[in-house]
């Protein structure tokens, strides 16, 4: 899991995220963008308009509207045992796992894609809203 690096300045219009660890070219930090209206409580009607413009602007409303729902976690493929069929037999036992591989790893990688971006769209969420707030969707499995 990776560290979040939390910088808090006053005025709240100043918090900043960092998560640390994430995929990046050079620092190895990715900054997490929080919309630009923060959910204090009582906006709860403008939050939504902002919310949902800022997380379609970073292609992450499908996520958490649940509009792109989680695909199911692959399973792989058992690879074949040693030759007690005739060669014709294991060769195509052979084959049908290096296809069934490739299916595997275009599921995974749908599916890791999937996991990264609910992660990208609970930090940018989480850090949307006051903390009190936050508190109350943190220990969810996912951000839908």
Known sequence: M????????????????VVRGAMS??????????CPLIFYGTNYAEFVGFIR??????????????????????????APTSPTLPVAGYDQQVSDYSDALSVYRDDLSAYTQWCDEDARAAAVFSSSVLPQFASEFMSLSTAF
């Not at 070219?25 to 929080?34: C, E, K, Q």
């Not at 509207?65 to 493929?77: I, K, M, N, Q, T």
Request: net charge positive; aromatic share 8%.
């Open 53 to 78: 413009i800022h997380m379609r602007g970073i292609r992450l409303w499908g996520v958490l509207s649940g509009e792109v729902p989680c695909p199911p976690r692959p399973v792989p493929p058992v």
């Open 2 to 17: 990776p560290d979040l690096v939390v910088s808090c300045h006053y005025p709240i219009q100043d918090i900043i995220f």
């Open 25 to 34: 070219l050079s620092s190895g930090y990715v900054v997490v963008p929080r």
